[in-house]
Structures are given as C-alpha cells and as structure tokens.
C-alpha cells in the first residue's frame, strides 16, 4: 500500500540484461521533498533504475509508485510530475535555448504566459539569457547541462531525477546546479540523486542509497553511514623524525597503518587508546609530535568499504 | 473523443511543428526525397513522347510518394543518435502521439511539395475533371505513405539515419515500379496488376488518372477504402513495432 508520505516506492524491482542482473530485486522508499542520494561504481545499475522510475524502460519485475502513481499502470500521470536531467545532455542542438524551453513547455501543457514567465526566469537563473536566441549547437558542455536543467524544472516537477548532473562540469557550473538543486529542493521538490561523486552526495542528500551489481548495499543518511563503519576510524600523527611504521602496527586495536605524506595514518575502532599509544611511543622515543588529528571515515571510505564486502575483496 | 486523447493529439502536433523546424532540410531528406525522385522522373519521362496527361500521373504519384516518405524514416534514428529520444519518451507523450506527429510532419512536407506538380500540371493545361476527388485523393494518400514512411523506420532498431534511408529506398523504388507511375495499370500483365494491387501507390495513381483522364482500373471508391485500410494498417503495425523496439535505442 503506498504511503502518502513517500515520493517514490520502489518494490522488488527487477531488471536483466540477459544473463545480467542490472536491477536485482530492489526495494526502498524516498520521502517526499527529501534530495535522495543513489550510490554506486559504474554499471551498479543506476542508470537503469532511473530509466525504469521514469518510464523509459519496463522491468522484468516488481513495480513501483512515484507520487502514489503506478510507473506501470499510470505512466503518463507519472511523466507529467516528474523531469529528468540524464548525464548526457539531450537538448536539440538545432533549436535555439528559447526554442528548446517552450517546446517542453508545450509537451507537458504549460499554459503560454506561465512558459514564457518561467523560460525567463529560468535562463536568467542559470545566466544563459542573454544567448537565449541562439542555438544550443555552440553552446559548451556546461551550458548544454544547464539547458537541459532549465527543461527539467519548467514543467516545476514534484520530482526530479538527475542522473550524474554535474559530471565533467567546470567547477563553477557544476557548484550552480548544485545551488539550483537546493533551491527547487527547498521549495518542495523531491530529488532522486545518482552520483558517484561522493562529496556532492555529502554536501546534498538527506539520504543515500549505495548500490552495486544492481542490489542496495546500505542505505542511510551520511552521517549514519559513516558512523556505521567504526572500523575506518583513524588516527593521523606527523613526527619531527621519520620512523619505521612497522613499530606503530604493532600498537593494540590497531587494524591497519598507511603512510600518507609525511604523515602516518592508523586505522582503529579505538582512537582514544591509539593516542595513548602515540604518546608514549614519542616519550620512549624522544619524539616531538607535530600534529595528531583523529579523523572519522569519509564517505567515499565507506562507499569503498561496501563495494569491497560486496565483490568479496 | 475522450479529453486524454484530444490532449495527445495537440501534443503530436507539437512534434510535427518540431519534426519540420529541425528535419526538412537535412542532407538525407532532401536526397533521398526530393533529388533522387526528381532524376528518376527526368530519366524515364524525358525522349518518350508521353501524353501531357501520363506525365502528370507520374510526376505528382512521384512527388507525393518520395516527399512525404522522406522525412518519416530519418526522425527516430535521428532522434536516437542525438539522445533526443531519450528526452521525448521522458515526457508524457504516448507513443503512438509521438509517431503520429512524426506521421504529421511527413504529411505537411509531402502535400507543400505535391504542390508543386499540381501547378506545373495546370500551368501545362492538364484538365483535372474532379478537383475535390483529386484534393482528397492527395490528402489521404500523402498520409498514407508518411504513415508507411515511419513504419520503414521501425526495424532494424538503428541509430543511423543513412542506414533508415536504404532500408526504405528499398522498399520505395520497386513499389513506383510496379504502381501504374510508368505504365497504367490497365495496360500491365494479369500478374503485374496482382502485384500492383498490394502498393498503395496503385491507388493513388489510379485516382490521379481517372482525374484527368476520366479512367481507372478500379472505382474511386475501392481506391480510397484501399489508401484508407493502407493507412490504418502502416499506423497500427508502425506502432506495434515501435513500441517493441524503442526502448532498444536507447544505448
């Protein structure tokens, strides 16, 4: 039964590609005006998932809600309250920025003064006005995405999906998608999230999904995530004289050492116990220690981590 | 009709308004549409000493038939290579509104260049004995070859426009031989004219000469029941097959 306070249901989703599970039974939920993280190494099955969701493509298996809205059953009323921005971006090339916005316009049915006020102010937005006449063919790789952005929110989904929106972005025009993102979300719409960047993943999401070979390793919000891998706890230490980093393995609840820099990291569940240890190796050893940071796991350690329990390694 | 089709509707024409601001004028259109047709019709026409009348049959069956299935076959694949397909099927656009607007801008392609013939006919002093026959004929059949002009795009699933455009020369140029465009229809084998039953194109050329000329092999009404059950079967199959196999282009 769907759950009004969900934006998307997903319920044992399948998808194959012959003898490929590229969407292997999924379930998960996403709240209503929440940013939606969707994790995974190239191939894990996010592209598919998001071709699914969107009508694109027809599962082998399992269905799922978008809005309360079969994706199977209701697939127009569901194209009607979402938008897509795929990593490619699709405007026609032959058409002008102008032409391109009011031809969605008018595929979803926005009434022409609200399409010609919402271009406007959408182009203005994402500083593509003033080249509003000319055609998308000469645009550059960050302008075409925005483009495509300003298609997606004209019809002002209650849920947008963006598939890898900001990938091989300059690093100004990825940070004013990012704000854009934010804004929409702020203003109440849902964001269905697929990255593998991990630190725009960090700075947007609520939540994050992490999936590989088609099937949802963890989900959770950032923060959880990385708590839950107490195992990749470390402790940072920089001395005034190299030493051997065999001696500092040996310490107890030490899990892994790893020289990063000039800096020596150790891995442990117990850091409090670990600077102990530090100390008194550097008073043994008439050490002056020039830094000592205890760092928690970043999320890309955690993403690492899951891949790896996944495949085995 | 009910409002979610009418609604369909309007959106297949905002796709053949799309369709004909961005295809018109591309390299294989206008070759395989416009100039190849135009050599054939010089090649077999020019020296034969043919009734003012018989030229005008070929010259308007050709020009109907290869303008309006020339832009049909290119769309999709176009669509496909640019990712503009993708973007389209996001929409909530069905997929029989997004074929008939392509079926759509074939239409209007096809009848502007069918003009042309029309007027040089006049201009020659052709005697069109019923214009309104001959307006309707031109009407149903440029619909009907657009709609068979988007079925030749439908297989092979391909994201090469040129690769549409042989798959549909080859069925195009054996259908003008066999339709009545270079001999009438009375004038073909008992074999020949079983053949040219099963092209649309026959009927099209039969209506034109019963037009000018006051003859035909069939009835006007067994030409239009023939364009219209021609038409109903390209759409229906057209979008069988698109339906099975767009999801396939999109890589």
Redesign the interface.
């Given at each position: 039964m769907t759950n009004m306070e969900n934006a998307i249901e997903i319920e044992d989703l399948a998808k194959n590609y012959g003898e490929v599970n590229a969407v292997n039974h999924i379930n998960l939920k996403v709240r209503k005006t929440e940013i939606f993280g969707f994790l995974g190494p190239n191939g894990a099955g996010k592209t598919t998932t998001i071709r699914i969701l969107t009508g694109l493509i027809k599962p082998d298996g399992g269905t799922a809600t978008i809005m309360g809205f079969n994706i199977l059953t209701q697939s127009l009323r569901v194209k009607q309250i979402i938008s897509v921005v795929p990593e490619t971006a699709n405007a026609y090339i032959d058409l002008t920025a102008w032409q391109n916005l009011m031809l969605i316009g008018e595929l979803y049915g926005v009434p022409n003064k609200e399409r010609r006020q919402r271009t406007e102010y959408l182009l203005k937005e994402l500083e593509l006005h003033e080249r509003r006449n000319q055609r998308v063919r000469g645009f550059s790789k960050g302008m075409k995405q925005k483009i495509v952005l300003c298609m997606a929110l004209l019809t002002e989904p209650q849920v947008l999906f963006l598939d890898e929106p900001t990938a091989g972005l300059d690093v100004e025009s990825a940070r004013l998608i990012r704000d854009i993102i934010r804004q929409y979300n702020r203003d109440g719409t849902t964001v269905f999230l697929s990255t593998h960047n991990m630190e725009e993943a960090n700075q947007l999401c609520d939540r994050i999904a992490i999936i590989n070979h088609g099937k949802i390793a963890a989900i959770d919000n950032p923060e959880n995530l990385r708590m839950k891998s107490s195992s990749l706890k470390s402790v940072e230490v920089n001395f005034n004289k190299p030493v051997l980093i065999d001696e500092l393995r040996e310490f107890s609840h030490v899990m892994k050492a790893k020289k990063i820099g000039d800096k020596i990291r150790l891995y442990t569940n117990e850091p409090h116990s670990i600077i102990k240890n530090i100390l008194d190796y550097a008073n043994t050893k008439g050490l002056v220690i020039i830094s000592l940071n205890t760092l928690a796991p970043t999320l890309e350690d955690v993403f690492v981590k899951l891949i790896k329990e996944q495949t085995g390694d | 009709m009910p409002e979610?089709i009418l609604?369909q509707l309007k959106?297949a024409f905002?796709?053949a308004k799309?369709d004909l601001?961005?295809y018109y004028k591309r390299g294989p259109v206008v070759i395989f549409g416009l100039v190849m047709p135009f050599f054939l019709f010089l090649a077999f026409f020019i020296g034969r000493n043919l009734p003012t009348e018989r030229l005008f049959t070929g010259l308007l069956g050709m020009t109907i038939f290869f303008s309006s299935m020339s832009i049909g076959p290119a769309i999709v694949p176009f669509e496909a290579r640019?990712?503009?397909l993708?973007?389209?099927?996001?929409?909530?656009?069905?997929i029989w509104a997004l074929l008939i607007g392509d079926v759509i801008a074939s239409f209007f392609y096809g009848f502007l260049i069918s003009v042309v013939p029309l007027i040089i006919g006049l201009a020659l002093g052709i005697n069109i004995v019923n214009p309104l026959i001959l307006c309707l004929g031109m009407v149903l059949a440029t619909f009907c070859f657009a709609s068979f002009s988007v079925l030749l795009s439908a297989y092979p699933p391909t994201d090469i426009p040129s690769t549409a455009m042989m798959v549909s020369n080859l069925v195009k140029f054996p259908l003008v031989f066999i339709s009545g465009v270079f001999i009438p229809i009375w004038e073909m084998q008992d074999w020949g004219r079983i053949i040219a039953s099963f092209s649309p194109l026959t009927y099209f050329t039969d209506l034109v000469n019963y037009c000018t000329q006051g003859i035909s092999y069939y009835s006007v009404f067994v030409d239009f029941i023939a364009l219209l059950g021609f038409t109903m079967l390209f759409l229906v199959v057209s979008i069988k097959i698109h339906e099975k196999t767009l999801?396939d282009r999109?890589v």
């Open positions: - | 979610h609604e959106r905002i796709i799309k601001r961005i640019s990712r503009t993708e973007r389209l099927l996001s929409t909530p656009v069905s999801p999109l």
